[in-house]
């Protein structure tokens, strides 16, 4: 997924896979723990060089430089949530320091076995409702979701095209709990 939707959004912002082998195109993903590592485990290649590659989050950044012959800065983000807020920021921050002119980011999450909603209900941190009413007062928890989408991040060259002006990344420090912002 994170490769179809990364190419998508470099073929999108006008890059072709001839010119971006061995350009300085930066990458970053925003991961949280993948529920694949569990889905391999109990299968036939739970003991092969494939197992360790597809649920290793750092390998997740990393298959898309090399898939595509990128040479810029890579890295894979995971701050639960806020993954992709960050692997934005970092991509953002770049591409404004002239760590390299295009920055390709993205976000995923998979929900592949059901112990996961389970135990973070069971923990009390999903809604009872199944909607997450962020700072309102009828919110009871979180609900999860899935999903991968790829922008691509890159010096302005005229009027074309959406600025991103600012991204800020920020913890709460103490508050009513570790899983409550």
């Known amino acids: 997924l994170l490769l179809e939707r990364g190419y998508e959004a470099l073929h999108g912002a006008g890059h072709r896979r001839a ?37 290793t989050l750092s390998i997740a950044s990393g298959r898309l430089s090399f898939a595509l012959g990128l040479q810029g800065p890579c890295l894979a983000v995971e701050t639960a949530c806020s993954a992709s807020l960050v692997a934005l920021h970092s ?17 995923v999450n998979m929900m592949l076995v059901p112990s996961t909603p389970h135990t973070l209900a069971v923990a009390g941190m999903t809604s ?16 999860r979701g899935e999903g991968c989408t790829a922008a691509v991040l890159q010096r ?25 912002p």
């Open 91 to 107: 991509a953002m921050r770049a591409v404004q320091h002239k760590d390299c002119d295009v920055h390709l980011t993205a976000g």
């Open 19 to 55: 010119s971006l082998e061995g350009s300085t195109v930066g990458v970053a993903i925003g991961i949280s723990y993948t529920e694949f590592a569990q889905v391999l485990a109990t299968g036939p290649h739970a003991k092969s060089v494939y197992a360790v590659t597809a649920s």
């Open 128 to 143: 009872a409702r199944g909607r997450s009413h962020t700072f309102d007062d009828r919110a009871d928890g979180f609900a």
């Open 156 to 180: 302005a060259n005229g009027a074309d095209g959406l600025r991103l002006e600012g991204v800020a990344v920020r913890q709460d420090g103490r508050s009513a709990s570790l899983t409550a």
